[in-house]
């Protein structure tokens, strides 16, 4: 599977963006699609997923409240939708996949910045 992240950019804190992120792939049924993020100096952290076929959501405690993560079967896309960014939400955001069985995910798009002053 590979993926294809945009919709990263400077925003102010209270602001809102949406990330999308095209999957080409002959079918993500048993897929797991995540957002990932990774700020400066830090590592890599869980943000959002979505189990593909049901569309069940999960979030990390840091978001939960703010972002939406949901997919488009159609089109086979992907988005994180932020409100209410904060500074600290200031990273470059990944999607990745993984099957369900899974435990990591193995495949990764390019990674999108996001920036949010105060």
């Known amino acids: 599977v590979q993926l294809q992240a945009s919709g990263g950019g400077l925003v102010h804190s209270g602001g809102s963006l949406r990330l999308s992120c095209a999957a080409s792939a002959r079918t993500l049924t048993n897929y797991v699609l995540g957002w990932l993020r990774q700020a400066p100096g830090k590592e890599r952290v869980f943000v959002a997923a979505?189990?593909?076929?049901?569309?069940?959501?999960t979030y990390a405690d840091s978001v939960k409240g703010r972002f939406t993560i949901s997919r488009d079967k159609t089109k086979k896309m992907v988005y994180l939708q932020m409100d209410s960014l904060k500074p600290e939400d200031t990273a470059i955001y990944y999607c990745a996949v993984k099957l369900r069985t899974n435990k990591s995910y193995n495949s990764w798009g390019q990674g999108t910045l996001v920036t949010v002053s105060s």
């Open positions: 979505i189990l593909w076929s049901e569309g069940i959501t």
